[in-house]
């Protein structure tokens, strides 16, 4: 099977950034929660980072399109920016005291949380303290989800000194639940009695 990371290299959403991948996983035929999260430390990282949870299929025969959800936070503007579904600026990373309230001790939390129902995908992105929901999208079945992250830049050192990118990503999780379904009444498939 073709590494998810090396088809991604040609897709324009991602053109700018060194892309890594902390995992992956199978969605099955009925619904879950699965999320991916890091921590980062600002004043640790590149100016702009990317991390998303994403899938690769092929359209019709061809070329594989990349679908999923997937954020870059540019860290000197404080901004947080769609790059996979066309949703522009997202918002903002606050906090009263700015970024550098993010340390070791207590670093920036980036996280993806997604229900899988049906054939929907329906996200929420979670930065810091803040949370956004992003619109659903259809995904066929079975489908694999990779996580990502990236930075920018040609090499993996920083001009800041980080001699290993993967040192930038803290504590990566990719995790999944499941869903509680409920069922209907046991009598509900019973006529109605006069």
């Known amino acids: 099977m073709e590494s998810l990371l090396a088809s991604v290299a040609p897709d324009p959403a991602f053109a700018d950034f060194q892309v890594m991948s ?5 969605l099955p035929g009925h619904p879950i929660r699965f999320g991916f999260q890091v921590d980062i430390v600002p004043e640790n990282c590149p100016p702009t980072i990317l991390f998303g949870l994403i899938s690769r299929n092929p359209v019709n025969g061809g070329a594989p399109k990349t679908s999923g959800f997937a954020v870059k936070v540019d860290l000197e503007m404080r901004e947080v920016w769609d790059v996979l579904n066309g949703s522009g600026l997202v918002g903002w990373v606050e906090h009263p005291m700015g970024l ?18 049906g054939h929907a995908l329906i996200p929420k992105l979670v930065v810091g303290d803040q949370q956004w929901l992003y ?17 920018q830049g040609d090499s993996p050192a920083d001009p800041r000194g980080i001699s290993d990118p993967r040192g930038i990503f803290m504590h990566p999780a990719l995790w ?9 009444p046991e009598n509900a498939s019973e006529p109605m009695r006069a």
């Open 176 to 184: 999944r639940e499941q869903v509680a379904v409920t069922a209907p």
């Open 22 to 26: 902390y995992g992956s996983l199978l």
């Open 135 to 151: 619109p659903a999208i259809q995904c066929p079945e079975p489908v694999v989800m990779e996580s990502i992250v990236g930075w």
């Open 100 to 117: 550098s309230a993010f340390t070791d001790e207590e670093p920036l939390l980036l996280g993806w949380e997604i229900e899988f129902h």
